[in-house]
């Protein structure tokens, strides 16, 4: 009785239709849920990708931290012993990244989104021209390998297409709801991506397709991956993976190289 009452209250709240045998949804790729709404769902996952994330990050690296929930949750995650430069367009990460004393804060102009705290727009944009950082950790609304990677909003993704012209490499955080997902806007190809950190399982479509493409995958309770042919080491939790396109490899103790 619960996923029916679960599905009766998507539907008088409008975000979903019953049909038989389930629901589908009435939202179109357009719709942003709210920003703390987007935060609680799959906070664990999010925060699992996000430490990961962190756990890249090189000592005196300038890096590029996307708005998004799970870039939020990356910043939380930073060592405040790690010295960074980071560019943000969101203000909740320059907040987050306050309380880090060795990470210095670049904060990009722009017009306030409201609601989000994030900022876009021409200034927001052109703060990335003339800039050239080490890596950008994306947030995305969609993984699909036909539309790429894409966002629900247009100003948000401008800002973010300008970002993928300031990085030599591009790191994707997406939890598996993201994966096969088209919003409204489409960002860029996936051939632009380095690494994608994801809980998604190894065993979409998504992810046999990207073997054409060079990329390799694994999943694995504790795995030492070498990332983008660099001594960077880093441990994998329980069903979170790394998927990148430079013939990184990845092992496990006791396993076979990947």
Same mark, same amino acid.
């Given at each position: !009785?619960?996923? =029916?009452?679960?599905?009766?209250? #998507?539907?008088?709240?409008?975000?979903?239709? @019953?049909?038989?045998?389930?629901?589908?949804?009435?939202?179109? =790729?357009?719709?942003?849920?709210?920003?703390?709404?987007?935060?609680?769902?799959?906070?664990?996952? $999010?925060? @699992?990708?996000?430490?990961?994330?962190?756990?890249?990050?090189?000592?005196?690296?300038?890096?590029? #931290?996307? &708005?998004?929930?799970?870039?939020?949750?990356?910043?939380?995650?930073?060592?405040? /012993?790690?010295?960074?430069?980071?560019?943000?367009?969101?203000?909740?990460?320059?907040?987050?990244?306050?309380? $880090?004393?060795?990470?210095?804060?670049?904060?990009?102009?722009?017009?306030?989104?409201?609601?989000?705290?994030?900022?876009?727009?021409?200034?927001?944009?052109?703060?990335?021209?003339?800039?050239?950082?080490?890596?950008?950790?994306?947030?995305?609304?969609?993984?699909?390998?036909? $539309?790429?990677?894409?966002?629900?909003?247009?100003?948000?993704?401008?800002?973010?297409?300008?970002?993928?012209?300031?990085?030599?490499?591009?790191?994707?955080?997406?939890?598996?709801?993201?994966?096969?997902?088209?919003?409204? &806007?489409?960002?860029?190809?996936?051939?632009?991506?380095?690494?994608? &950190?994801?809980?998604?399982?190894? /065993?979409?479509? #998504?992810?046999?397709?990207?073997?054409? !493409?060079?990329?390799?995958?694994?999943?694995?309770?504790?795995?030492?991956?070498?990332?983008? @042919?660099?001594?960077?080491?880093?441990?994998?939790?329980?069903?979170?993976?790394?998927? /990148?396109?430079?013939?990184?490899?990845?092992?496990?103790?006791?396993?076979?190289?990947?």
């Amino acid at each position: !009785m619960t996923i =029916r009452r679960d599905l009766e209250l #998507l539907e008088v709240e409008g975000l979903a239709r @019953r049909i038989r045998g389930g629901a589908i949804s009435t939202q179109g =790729r357009s719709y942003e849920p709210p920003i703390l709404q987007r935060g609680a769902f799959r906070s664990d996952a $999010k925060k @699992r990708i996000g430490a990961i994330a962190a756990g890249l990050l090189h000592p005196d690296e300038t890096v590029i #931290l996307d &708005v998004g929930t799970t870039t939020l949750e990356m910043a939380k995650a930073i060592s405040p /012993d790690l010295s960074l430069s980071v560019i943000t367009s969101s203000l909740l990460i320059a907040s987050e990244l306050d309380r $880090k004393p060795k990470v210095r804060t670049i904060v990009t102009g722009g017009v306030l989104r409201s609601g989000e705290m994030s900022l876009v727009g021409s200034r927001a944009e052109a703060s990335y021209r003339d800039l050239n950082c080490d890596t950008l950790f994306l947030g995305v609304a969609g993984v699909d390998i036909d $539309k790429g990677l894409s966002e629900y909003n247009m100003d948000d993704a401008m800002v973010k297409q300008s970002a993928l012209s300031a990085a030599r490499r591009v790191v994707v955080l997406a939890d598996a709801s993201k994966i096969g997902h088209v919003a409204f &806007v489409s960002v860029a190809a996936l051939n632009v991506v380095d690494l994608l &950190v994801t809980d998604a399982s190894p /065993d979409g479509t #998504l992810f046999a397709t990207s073997k054409t !493409m060079g990329w390799r995958s694994c999943t694995s309770s504790r795995i030492r991956k070498r990332v983008l @042919r660099e001594s960077i080491q880093y441990n994998l939790p329980d069903r979170v993976q790394a998927t /990148d396109r430079d013939g990184a490899r990845a092992t496990a103790p006791g396993d076979p190289a990947v």
